[in-house]
């Protein structure tokens, strides 16, 4: 991926789990082609990612309660689209994600749609997907994230809410 930013995008820990849970949400696996403007879809907002801060649709969203990662130098945004070739709730797409301004780092942390959650994900499970993906180390390249057929673990959900 290019582009003039001196940011950099590192996918928190459970993104590409999220990328398979929403496939399998909007698409199932027969709709080879859905899956495949879903991909591209999401590389394009990645790549939108390096115009950092003028991204369209994107806005700033309030951490859960009690939330470490405030602290920590990050923010929380939240980018809206639309999923390709599927109606209604599973057509608004979300994509959440962290900013560190010190460290010009984006991390995206989870990707769904307004039928998986109707808000955005349940503060409890936001928080520990913000608490390790703050603390987590650079793992997967971007571009291999499109790629990705299968969860890296069998936890393909959002963690549940405590």
């Known amino acids: 991926m290019g582009g003039s ?3 950099h995008i590192d996918p928190g820990p459970s ?3 999220s990328i398979v849970a929403l496939r399998k949400a909007a698409y199932g696996r027969h709709d ?7 991909d591209a879809a999401i590389e394009a907002m990645l790549e939108s990612l390096f115009n950092w801060p ?3 649709g994107l ?4 951490f859960p309660p009690k939330t470490a990662a405030k602290v920590d130098g990050w923010t929380l945004h939240k980018l809206e689209f639309s999923c390709p070739r599927v109606n209604g709730a599973q057509r608004q797409g979300r994509l959440m994600i962290l900013v560190n301004l010190n460290e010009r780092l984006i991390r ?21 997907l ?5 603390r987590s180390s650079p793992k997967i390249p971007i571009a291999e994230l499109a790629a990705t057929s299968e969860p890296a673990s069998s936890a393909a959900k959002v963690p549940d809410d405590k």
């Open 5 to 7: 930013s001196d940011f």
């Open 108 to 128: 995206p942390i989870y990707i769904y749609t307004h039928a998986q959650f109707p808000g955005r994900v349940p503060d409890g499970s936001l928080k520990d």
């Open 32 to 38: 080879k082609k859905g899956i495949e403007q879903l």
């Open 15 to 17: 993104f590409a789990d």
């Open 130 to 134: 913000i608490h390790a993906a703050a």
């Open 54 to 56: 003028h991204v369209a």
């Open 59 to 62: 806005r700033e969203e309030s």
